[in-house]
């Protein structure tokens, strides 16, 4: 009796390259990142653009986010 050597199949290689969560996620990060940085960016042209003094941006003088709020009266509580 000459007992046959088992020779097992090769094992299967395992697929090279990036698993799909790692893609997933960079896509995200860099997603994100980019919104930051445009965020960012329209912000500070934002600010730079503004002529306005200190004061007259607390006030809200020709604040257009909100509506220019210089002409109601902030005293006779109405």
């Known amino acids: 009796y000459t007992p046959r050597t088992y020779t097992p199949e090769p094992y299967a290689e395992p697929d ?33 653009d503004d002529t306005r003094g200190d004061e007259e941006r607390l006030a809200g003088y020709g604040d257009t986010t909100m509506g220019d709020t210089s002409f109601q009266d902030t005293t006779s509580g109405l």
């Open 16 to 48: 090279k390259g990036w698993p799909l969560a790692t893609i997933m996620a960079v896509l995200l990060g860099l997603l994100f990142l980019g919104a930051v940085v445009i965020i960012g960016y329209y912000t500070l042209k934002r600010s730079s």
